[in-house]
């Protein structure tokens, strides 16, 4: 079952109002939901998903506590555009989950997994039409090297995207499993021992899928038009990649003009609008990282809105 990563952590950081209107952008299986809307009695839970089945469980699983919720079936990219055709254009707290839930790594059929046999899928949104079927069978040499580099930062990511485009030239790539060997295949044995040669070629790949850094960007920048004063955006990410654009965009919105930078009178009006809750990222506890490993890479950050 789904372990949410950095829950404590994550609520203490929202720090919660009895009132507040939230937003959840990844509401997965529920578990920092659930734990939201017990802290606010009085007041609104909007959270989104593109998966149904994550839906259709989080909503049995949101009802065991209250009905102050409502969950859109959406990319949290369009947060924004949706709030807005329900009439809500500021919030009080945003959190970001960025996992994948363990229920569609461990679903064979989803096609995420690199360890069992299944269709390439890996589509976060099922009634999305482009998949890693598409992505693996008809991106050219270059664009499968570039989409590697970039979001899998591969060493390999050449020969792998080689090979890939020789295999299926005789037939279709069909299954992960079948990938998994083309990747084995292209990079050396001693690369193989330490750690699984598949696992970021399967991260590149589920990333391009789902579009997942440009919607986090569009989202973290909508987040913060969306923000009342005293409001907080919570982060968690799970790899570089993901952190890295959080953690410039949070230094951005909260740092002052180098105009005015320490100066002993600056104008309040010359001050950022945002100020760090976490000046470093927080990272999950010792206890945490023995009974769930899928946190191993998880960091947590946060921003105010101050003024």
Excluded: C
């Excluded at 079952?1 to 529920?30: C, F, P, R």
């Excluded at 970021?200 to 909508?222: C, M, P, T, W």
């Amino acid at each position: 079952m789904h372990k949410s990563v950095l829950l404590k952590e994550a609520i203490d950081l929202l720090h919660l109002q009895d009132t507040d209107i939230v937003v959840d952008a990844t509401v997965g299986y529920g578990g920092h939901s659930k734990n939201i809307l017990k802290r606010i009695k009085r007041g609104v839970l909007f959270a989104f998903d593109q998966d149904s089945e994550a839906i259709e469980f989080s909503t049995n699983n949101l009802h065991t506590v209250g009905t102050n919720f409502t969950i859109i079936k959406s990319n949290f990219a369009n947060m924004k555009e949706e709030l807005h055709k329900r009439g809500i254009t500021k919030v009080d707290k945003i959190l970001f989950d960025l996992g994948v839930s363990s229920p569609q790594l461990d679903e064979a059929e989803r096609g995420f997994s690199y360890h069992q046999d299944a269709k390439l899928d890996m589509r976060m949104n099922r009634e999305q039409s482009f998949s890693a079927y598409e992505l693996v069978n008809t991106y050219s040499k270059e664009e499968l090297t570039k989409v590697f580099k970039k979001y899998g930062e591969a060493q390999f990511a050449s020969n792998i995207a080689k090979k890939i485009v020789e295999k299926r030239a005789e037939k279709p790539i069909e299954t992960t499993l079948e990938l998994v060997e083309i990747i084995k295949s292209a990079v050396p044995m001693k690369f193989r021992i330490n750690k699984h040669p598949a696992k970021q070629i399967f991260q590149a790949i589920r990333i391009e899928v789902n579009d997942e850094l440009g919607s986090l960007e569009k989202a973290l920048h909508d987040s913060k038009d969306l923000l009342n004063i005293n409001g907080r955006i919570v982060v968690i990410t799970f790899h570089s990649l993901e952190d890295r654009i959080v953690k410039n965009y949070f230094k951005e919105l909260s740092q002052v003009d180098e105009k005015v930078k320490g100066l002993p009178n600056i104008d309040p009006s010359l001050l950022p609008d945002f100020k760090l809750v976490t000046r470093k990222g927080i990272k999950p506890s010792k206890e945490e990282l023995e009974t769930n490993k899928r946190a191993h890479s998880a960091i947590v950050r946060a921003i105010e809105k101050v003024k």
